[in-house]
């Protein structure tokens, strides 16, 4: 996975994401927007992530964090925390439907502070939950973990450089991983900090897996050769991300996903952009609020 960030500290996005989702659980226009489950297991992950380790009181902390959050949406891409929430509720009603019926392990690569293995892993025992993230990113999680509020089942965190570490080599040495089971492997906000041959690797190695296994994962839509920005970005944002070592390095256009999904055998079963999203999930009084655009879903399977 390229350089997709610092070896030594967390993602400073994956914090950015589970704290836009706080944010918006905390004001009045967007708190219905996010449903009970998430926000209680955000909430929990926000305090234990951000908020207990403040050498400030918490009120002030919790005041301090919220204002940040506000202002680096504004500073980076507006409508950048609705649509993070909206792409989570939507593929989690994807996993949990693939649960539902004949997927029976999950897989979440580059997790960050997400919860959503946590709750599927609490709520449906029976099912093998594996995350997979960058050591210097499962560490901080780890830690959040051991003294967290809610229930979090079973779920394997496995600490691995996919820069380093090719998937199907990480897949084959885990223990609690089945490869004869059907497997939903999930990647969210992650393909844009890779290069085309580590997308192309992944995409295979999945396609190896058991029969009936799929993979649903987030992209950018390449809008010029080269380009792979959210269309509303602010122009500070490809600066922030590359200070960070966080730059996106990897896209692709609508038209050209299914003949690149095709390469490795995949075929698109379903697919999201964030305008999809909005009028599917927003509720009424939020349908015309602005949304940053560029990063789609898609579900592929063989
Ligand atoms: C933008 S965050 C997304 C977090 C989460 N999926 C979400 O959407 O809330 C990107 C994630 O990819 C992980 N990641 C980046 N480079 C990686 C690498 N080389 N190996 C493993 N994980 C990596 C980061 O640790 C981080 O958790």
Not at 265 to 292: K, M, W
């Amino acid at each position: 996975m390229g350089d997709a960030l610092n070896k030594h500290e967390a993602s400073h996005t994956a914090r950015f994401v589970a704290n836009g989702i706080y944010w918006l659980s905390q004001q009045s226009r967007f708190a219905c927007e996010v449903p009970e489950d998430l926000g209680r297991y955000t909430d929990a992950m926000t305090c234990r992530l951000e908020l207990d380790r403040a050498t400030l009181g918490k009120a002030l902390a919790r005041r301090l964090l919220l204002m940040k959050s506000r202002l680096l949406q504004a500073a980076s891409v507006p409508g950048i925390y609705l649509h993070q929430l909206l792409r989570k509720r939507y593929i989690e009603s994807v996993a949990r439907g693939a649960l539902g019926s004949d997927v029976r392990q999950v897989v979440v690569i580059g997790a960050g502070f997400d919860t959503l293995s946590l709750r599927l892993s609490a709520d449906m025992p029976g099912y093998s939950v594996i995350e997979i993230d960058h050591p210097a990113t499962q560490r901080v999680k780890k830690e959040v973990l051991e003294d967290f509020s809610l229930p979090q089942g079973c779920v394997r965190l496995v600490s691995v450089d996919l820069s380093q570490v090719r998937l199907a080599d990480t897949l084959s040495g885990l223990e609690a991983y089945d490869p004869r089971l059907p497997t939903l492997f999930i990647m969210e906000g992650v393909t844009m900090y890779l290069d085309e041959s580590r997308v192309r690797e992944l995409l295979d190695c999945i396609a190896s897996q058991a029969s009936g296994s799929r993979f649903l994962f987030t992209y950018m839509e390449e809008s010029a050769p080269g380009r792979y920005d959210f269309r509303n970005a602010r122009a500070a944002t490809r600066w922030w991300l590359a200070f960070r070592n966080e730059r996106f390095t990897w896209g692709v256009s609508r038209s050209e996903l299914p003949e690149f999904l095709a390469q490795s055998g995949f075929r698109l079963l379903d697919h999201r952009t964030p305008e999809d999203l909005r009028c599917e999930l927003l509720t009424e009084s939020n349908r015309n609020t602005v949304l940053a655009q560029g990063e789609n879903t898609a579900l592929v399977s063989l």
